[in-house]
């Protein structure tokens, strides 16, 4: 039938009102070339490849992609200024949502909001698109269940290039960012020995531990507190950030037998982590 109209309207160009050759057939005719046509693109197309503009097909099975990985951490743990890990997790400050924000050469820029508890997320490139050449760095910002910013923006530690196999950009973001860190407070937990010896095993043995807080400089006296010796302790609602633990450990008669300071840091909420203090001074007396 189709080849029928294609003759039948081939031999009358232009004489679209022929008995021979209606209006209504030469519209169907068009609507079948037209699909034809476009069936046609859709196979070239595919066969062609993807072109990168010098008529070369971009599209290479062989090609390894790159991949970069933004990972971040909360309050972060620093050892001589190298980063660790991450002190504090996303349930301390009832963070749900991590947003962010890759940027790179050429203008690069590429946004994803994914769980804070994911810890990281990543990005591929392939042949036909490839990342460009140059430095990239990231920034992350924590979110609520609403979607609204817990956090300022933390910006990357350093950059990466993409030169680096698989480069990874790490991002901390302190506890300074949280919107009323100055209020937060978190459990601290601490296991004390005494010249590498529990309580009962000290010598002499410890009876009883005074244990106090100070926030720069200034003695939290809400915070204080004498009470028989334990191998370990959790002791909330202290502020968190830098502080200066004291403990002073007393026999039996009681006499102040070791005693100790520490600079400590403590993190947001209860998953805290758990310290060794080992307390070994001895001649000390209550100063408070």
């Known amino acids: ?69 933004v990972k971040w951490t909360l309050n972060g743990i620093w050892d001589n200024g190298t980063w660790t890990s991450s002190f504090d997790t996303c349930l301390d400050y009832t963070a749900i949502y991590a947003h962010v924000l890759i940027t790179g050469p050429e203008e690069f820029l590429y946004e994803t909001t994914v769980s804070c508890n994911s810890m990281e997320t990543n990005i591929i490139d392939d042949s036909c698109d490839k990342f460009p050449q140059g430095s990239y760095s990231a920034s992350v910002t924590l979110l609520n269940s609403n979607n609204i910013a817990m956090t300022e923006s933390a910006t ?74 334990s191998d370990e302790f959790d002791i909330s609602e202290v502020p968190v950030g830098d502080l200066t633990l004291e403990m002073i450990a007393m026999d039996a008669t009681p006499t102040a037998v070791f005693c100790g300071t520490y600079n400590i840091k403590v993190g947001a909420g209860v998953t805290n982590p758990v310290f060794d203090h080992d307390v070994t001074a001895f001649g000390c007396s209550v100063n408070k």
């Open 156 to 229: 990357t530690i350093g950059l990466v290039s993409v030169s680096q196999n698989n480069p990874a950009i790490e991002v901390d973001i302190p506890l300074e960012s949280f919107d009323g860190y100055e209020t937060m407070t978190g459990t601290y937990r601490f296991n004390p020995t005494f010249d590498g010896s529990n309580c009962a095993q000290a010598d002499p043995p410890v009876d009883s531990l005074d244990i106090g807080f100070y926030k720069d400089g200034v003695f939290l006296e809400e915070l204080s507190s004498v009470g028989q010796c």
């Open 1 to 69: 039938m189709l080849i029928r109209m294609m003759i039948c309207c081939s031999t009358r160009i232009g004489l679209l009102n022929s008995p021979g050759c209606p209006m209504e057939k030469v519209m169907v005719l068009q609507k079948r070339l037209l699909a034809i046509f476009a069936y046609l693109i859709v196979i070239l197309t595919s066969l062609a490849g993807c072109d990168e503009g010098s008529g070369s097909k971009c599209a290479d099975a062989s090609y390894q992609p790159t991949v970069i990985t």
